[in-house]
């Protein structure tokens, strides 16, 4: 009732009928608060409707304020004595309520925020000088105290080429941004860019009777974690916008910039390396882990990542893990890579290893990225190591260090919970362009800064006869990339092509092919190295390299994950 006798002061020195007027409102307001508070519907629709009117009312004297300060607590008002309204019992009544709170709400938050973000964190909170208690509804973590939020419809889409998965309901969808963390071990699990999460807002008057009664609150609610907000007896689903979170993320990115830098050895890509988390990791979700290709980054999963996350049964079930390495070493290496990547992820976010989501991984590669993706989850033989040595591993006289890197490299096991792979452009029988001037080219400069061939020449230097003499001059001189290892005669590339998923292992095919195009591929790739003999699915779409940004791709991927999902459902409901 403060915030109403305050807005009678200032018409004070009005008429005689004015200020009776707002004696009666106050009376009037104070009984349907005692309505509210004393249990069962909040309103009825008689006292609903009364709300409604009031509530329109500050709208029109918001429009028509003279000054920011008396707008900002008329939308205030407005907003919150609709949110009140919001518990008839009536569907057209409590419908045209929520309604009106959220355009309330939004109008409050861009007169406030004049267009820019706001901070906001726990607790009560000066906003343009007028106090509200923010409360915070199944936030995630990673945002941790403080955090800024600003309107998802104010974000660009741009890097999604405009697609937006948004999905109507209550409140304002909002884009809440936080800087990284570093005071906890998840912390290098989140991209360096900041994180960035949905959220919900809307305004709404206090309840109880705690010392904060006077003050209205600022709702702040995640609608992956709590998708609906329950008043009176009315539940309303919440409006979302799960695009703006990623595209945001992807418009402060310098992955574009720093991948084909990686490629020929420069080293900020390799500081970036990682794996990286889009969503707070749940124990419960099933791990989708995104390999990018040779000069690549996860851009290369924009839009194939923003509709997963807007498929509200896929987000339900998946959540997306981006792979991030510096593409300039040899395609072994480059798997040992990963695959120390995704150990640490694990030892971060599941370090006992009894989480559901270690079961029914599914790995997805485009270009190198699916090779690795095969290698990972293949058992190494010895032809591999004997396309490279010819002295048994136990023979070779080195520092613990470099035998260690070199042991984990030639010899592997398939990785444990993967039971899908999605193989997208994935040269698997090596790529001609390897071959040809640019590939030669990249090659001469890829070779530096590999530090696991650094220690592979030491080797070399100290067991001169243990190594293949085709292999003997390129070992020596550390000149072998991931350029070279595509090379489709290159003696490892040949022997660990052999290499086969384990039994058990699903895994699918997709190429593309451009017309014209001699042999027939995607101007990188042909289609020859492409297609996976055992593929349970293959599609072939028309497209250049960049296959995973075609729709038709996209919609098969989404189709095997809808497959996957309930498999991997039916078979965790039959375990004991």
Known sequence: ?????????????????????????????????????????????????ALIDKAQQWQTDAIRGQSTRIQAEAWLHCATLAHQAMAASEAATNTAAGLLATQCSRAFFDLVAQGGPIRVSMGQVSVDNIAVRVELRGMPESLGKSFYIEPADQVQMDALDGARHQHP???????????????????????????????????????????????????????????????????????????????????????????WWGMIGGAEVGKRSGLFLLDDYDPNKTPIIMIHGVAGSPLIWARLSNAIMGDPELHRRYQIWHIVYQSNAPLLVERYRVQHYIDNAWSVVDPDGHAPARQGVVLIGHSMGGVIARLLCAQSTPEVW???????????????????????????????????????????????????????????????????????????????????????????????????????????????????????????????????????????????????????????????????????????????????????????????
């Open 1 to 49: 009732m403060t915030i109403r006798m305050n807005r009678c002061r200032l018409v004070y020195r009005q008429s005689v009928l004015r200020r009776l007027a707002c004696v009666v409102w106050m009376i009037l307001a104070a009984c349907l608060l005692g309505c509210a508070s004393s249990g069962g519907e909040r309103a009825s629709s008689v006292s609903a409707q």
């Open 169 to 259: 309901g209550f409140g304002v969808p909002i884009v809440a941004f936080a800087l990284p963390c570093t005071d906890r071990p998840i912390c290098r699990l989140y991209p360096p860019e900041g994180v960035f999460r949905p959220e919900t807002m809307w305004l709404e008057a206090p309840s109880g009777g705690d010392a904060h009664d006077n003050v209205p609150i600022l709702v702040l609610q995640n609608p992956v974690l709590q998708p609906d907000h329950v008043t009176g007896n009315n539940s309303y689903a919440l409006a979302e916008d799960m695009s703006a979170p990623f595209a945001q993320l992807l418009e402060r990115t310098a992955l574009k910039r720093l991948a």
């Open 386 to 576: 004997n396309a490279a040595f010819s002295a048994p591993f136990e023979s070779l006289h080195a520092n613990a260090r470099d035998l260690a890197t070199l042991k984990n490299v030639f010899q592997f096991k398939p990785y444990p919970g993967v039971d899908e792979i999605i193989f997208m452009a994935a040269p698997q029988r090596g790529s001609p362009s390897a071959e040809g001037l640019l590939g030669r080219l990249v090659g001469l400069l890829a070779w530096r800064h590999i530090e696991e061939m650094t220690g592979l020449m030491r080797i070399v230097a100290d067991n001169p006869k243990a190594i293949q003499p085709a292999l003997e001059a390129i070992f020596r001189t550390g000149h072998i990339t991931s350029i070279t290892s595509l090379r489709p005669e290159e003696p490892v590339t040949l022997a660990d092509e052999k290499l086969m998923p384990a039994p058990g292992i699903r895994y699918d095919t997709i190429a593309g092919v451009l017309p014209g195009v001699k042999p027939p591929g995607d101007g990188y790739v042909p289609l020859s190295s492409a297609l996976f003999p055992g593929s349970t699915t293959t599609l072939i779409v028309r497209s250049d390299h960049k296959v995973p940004d075609r729709p038709e791709a996209i919609e098969h991927v989404l189709k095997i994950l809808r497959e996957h999902g309930s498999a991997h459902d039916v078979v965790s409901n039959a375990m004991p």
